[in-house]
DNA sequence: GTCGGTAGTTGAACACGTTCAAGAAGGGCG
DNA sequence: CGCCCTTCTTGAACGTGTTCAACTACCGAC
């Protein structure tokens, strides 16, 4: 309905602009903020002040406080296929790359639980193009959903040749219900979360093995028919 | 209906309270309004001028104007409740009993789809009291979860022991999820959710009595001990 | 050097959700 | 009726995210 106007992301531009100290400047108070004072008490004007810049300035670089939040993302994306590399390395089995990489993730997280919770909402929205789903987070989510591929490329699992295609993506899917319940897990620590993923991977794994079955076959291409007809 | 008996005793009865009217008058208008305009584009001065009380007043009855999206999930159940009772009437197998109270469900809610989808980000919100898994909303969230219970009650279905009581909260989960597609479900008339109500069930349904199976046992163990651990 | 255009920067102004001190309306009781 | 207490109602005021017209700094062209 009320489409936005082009954004200037600047995607592939110099990143050598005159702004560019200016922008991370802002981006890294913001951050520092949130993780100080949560997401909704970080005002604008406080972010402005503390960057020692005018309010309207932070308008410059981001279209609104919400879009803060997606530097967050990519960032923690980053951070996120940094603490997978020793796991990749070291694991060889299907079942325990993916629980590395997942409990990586959480890992990333976890400072960031307090004000990450609060803000999860709005990439619930479907309009927003913070939704992990929009095609303004194609980027994070695009690598995120190889960082599963590599899970599974560098495995020693053998998988149904006709589900290796939609894995990594129902893996990264699986991610997104495991952070959905890691936002809602109040236990210290998150400790919970924890349990679900070292609780989930074993099936997940069984899951995915059982696939191959010959008896199975026409329950995973039932599966596999149902995913393609709901992508996007 | 306006006529009431003579009350005496308005011992903890807010339901007679002299301001039950404004309550509902400004419920009604603010419903309407979000229905025309769309949650964002609805101001809670305009709320309050079209129902013709002061902006305070609107705040005396809810908290926030987020409050009122809870009085729409609470309307919503009791439409779906209703909407429900025929397919349980009618329908003896669980497949189609689970069908049509999914159905009936996205029925209920589909005339609100345009500013539904904008506001269930604040359901997803944990610290919010809107969230579907917060304690406000329990009254709610345990009548649907008791429709799911009447969906396997009412059925001919041969249900594990240990799974039957964890299942009617699963199939809400699955409602929850199903929602969350529908929220996002761009395609005309939102025809993808119906079919992956069209394509789970049959599987939900396999799955269900699956699990029943001397092979699987290990496995249903398993995720019913995960499931318990988890819960909060 | 200075001119002109782009990139960057400013802060007042706007609309919104929300709060709150003050008042009005009702009803029980003498 | 007059009094008091609770329930309800008011609208101005506050802090917020966001916008925008005006302004400044920079840099290449002549």
Known sequence: MTEQPAQTTTA?????????????????TAMRLFRERGYAQT????????????????????????????EFYAQSQVEHRAAAQPVLDREEAFGPRLAGVLHAGIDVLTPSHGFAATFFKTAAEPTSPLSPFSAESSGPRQAAIDLFGEVLTGSTAKVDAELRPQLPELLWLAYMGVILYWVHDRSPGQTKTRQLIDGAVPLIDRLVVLSRLRVLRPVTRQVLDLIRTLRH
């Open 12 to 28: 592939g531009d110099p990143a050598t602009a005159r702004g560019e100290q200016t922008r991370q400047l802002i981006r890294d």
């Open 43 to 70: 005002t604008m004007r406080a972010i402005a002040q503390e960057a020692g810049v005018a309010v309207g300035n932070a308008y410059y670089y981001f279209g609104s406080k919400d879009h803060l939040i997606q």
